[in-house]
T-cell receptor, first 110, second 113 residues
Framework: DQQVKQNSPSLSVQEGRISILNCDYT??????FLWYKKYPAEGPTFLIS?????DKNEDGRFTVFLNKSAKHLSLHIVPSQPGDSAVYFC?????????FGAGTILRVKS | DGGITQSPKYLFRKEGQNVTLSCEQN?????MYWYRQDPGQGLRLIYY???????QKGDIAEGYSVSREKKESFPLTVTSAQKNPTAFYLC????????????FGQGTRLTVV
């Protein structure tokens, strides 16, 4: 049973607009969360993280929001750029165990 | 430069043979991970290790084995018991504890024919 779910397989956004990628989790013991970006045949690269004691973390164009009561987090990218087109994975950690979602393909159209 | 290296990038094996994938890191990280990526299924955790001589099963450990004899190395063996071994395999490492990122290697594409 998947503990981390990204229910949208793909998302298409116009350049300059906001991209919102969503992630849900089932394990209330997860105490930190991360977002990664991945291109085909490469390893994922880290984007941003958040501890379970926070509800928001911002880094440049990227903001992650955490709603613990809903077991939901989201990644906002503003403004979206064509170079942001990739697969985005959310990950959740419990101690040193790190579990990933299935990913969302983001396409930013120019 | 510090980093995590997986070799080889592409690997072909005959069905029924065991094969070992290499993962080496010089980041001085205690925790290391193996994931498998299949289309539409994201990254699934095979095994992880928090420290030398220790490792834990992930969600899909059946048909795989690992060892952690050195801090820098975490090889993964895909055994003949793994029913669908063809996949993209990713190794990662991180500083354990707290909200620390995992650094990934470039992956190994294993094809079993």
């Amino acid at each position: 049973d998947q503990q981390v779910k990204q229910n949208s397989p793909s998302l298409s956004v116009q350049e300059g607009r906001i991209s919102i990628l969503n992630c849900d989790y089932t394990n209330s013991m997860f105490d930190y969360f991360l977002w990664y970006k991945k291109y085909p045949a490469e390893g994922p690269t880290f984007l941003i993280s958040i501890s379970s004691i926070k509800d928001k973390n911002e880094d440049g164009r990227f903001t992650v929001f955490l709603n613990k009561s809903a077991k939901h987090l989201s990644l906002h990218i503003v403004p979206s750029q064509p170079g942001d087109s990739a697969v985005y994975f959310c990950a959740a950690g419990e101690g040193n165990k790190l579990v990933f979602g299935a990913g969302t393909i983001l396409r930013v159209k120019s | 430069d510090g980093g995590i290296t997986q070799s080889p990038k592409y690997l072909f094996r005959k069905e029924g043979q065991n094969v070992t994938l290499s993962c080496e890191q010089n980041l001085n990280h205690d925790a290391m991970y193996w994931y498998r990526q299949d289309p539409g299924q994201g990254l699934r955790l095979i095994y992880y290790s928090q420290i030398v001589n220790d490792f834990q099963k992930g969600d899909i450990a059946e048909g795989y084995s690992v060892s952690r004899e050195k801090k820098e190395s975490f090889p993964l063996t895909v055994t003949s018991a793994q029913k669908n071994p063809t996949a993209f395999y990713l190794c990662a490492s991180r500083i354990p504890g707290g909200v620390t990122e995992a650094f990934f290697g470039q992956g190994t594409r294993l094809t079993v024919v």
